[in-house]
């Protein structure tokens, strides 16, 4: 399966090229909507981070208010790294979990929607590229407009991620997002679906790992112990994917 990242800036129109890519029944993996989920009450990150930056950042229902908690974080590196630290390995999880499972379903090419993409390390896992991008004025222009932010507060924002040129330096492709929306996402769909591998190619990927999980009952049968090395060969076959991207 080939994994393709897929990021850009703050307001650049990153999750506008997501919408269109789930439209052409291509599976997304969406980072931002995870770090979303794991920022709920009761989850594991949600108390690592409220431990932190302490009751201030809540609302009165106890879900953390995003906007006191971007105030923060946007104006304090220090700050901005350590919600990173108690966020990012829970999302990292179950991004290669869905990863998996897209994969063992038998997926020619998933698609990673990740803000952060270079900046977490994550475009490690992607065997393409593709950045949306546009003008630093269109993203402050456009994140004011939807936020209601100041323009100090806004350009703070968007200064605070990785350049979108350092991003399209070490993108496989770059697609503009300045005059109309629509041809922005016609270009994503097309570039993606170019890059997708072949009937023969994906096959060939899943024999294998199909082929172990195929044996992992029978090893049951025989005895428990080789019935556990068989399911860790599953495992290890299926983490193949994550370090081969055709």
Not at 21 to 47: F, K, N, W
Not at 189 to 203: F, S
Request: hydrophobic letters at 45%.
């Amino acid at each position: 399966m080939l994994i393709v990242g897929l990021t850009g800036g703050i307001a650049s129109g990153k999750s506008t090229a997501s919408k269109a890519l789930r439209t052409r029944g291509i599976p997304v993996i969406d980072a931002d909507a995870i770090a979303h989920e794991i920022m709920q009450p009761g989850q594991a990150s949600y108390r690592r981070v409220v431990s932190h930056f302490g009751p201030g950042i809540l609302c009165p229902d106890r879900t953390i208010d995003r906007a006191k908690l971007g105030a923060i974080i946007f104006n304090d590196p220090a700050q901005r790294q350590a919600l990173n630290q108690r966020t990012h390995p829970y999302v990292r999880r179950r991004i290669l979990r869905l990863l998996l499972q897209h994969y063992l379903r038998g997926h020619a090419l998933c698609v990673l929607d990740v803000p952060l993409l270079y900046e977490s390390g994550m475009d490690r896992l992607c065997g393409r590229v593709v950045v949306v991008v546009c003008a630093e004025e269109t993203q402050v222009r456009r994140l004011r407009e939807r936020s209601g932010l100041g323009r100090q507060e806004a350009q703070a924002r968007v200064r605070a991620q990785m350049g979108l040129e350092e991003k399209a330096r070490r993108a496989d492709a770059v697609v503009a997002n300045e005059a109309g929306v629509g041809e922005m996402q016609e270009e994503v769909c097309r570039v993606v679906d170019a890059w997708r591998p072949g009937w023969l190619r994906t096959a060939a990927a899943l024999a294998v790992p199909l082929a172990a999980a195929a044996a992992v009952p029978a090893a049951f049968v025989r005895s428990a112990a080789l019935g556990v090395k068989a399911l860790g060969a599953v495992v290890a076959l299926g983490a193949y994917l994550f370090v081969s991207h055709y």
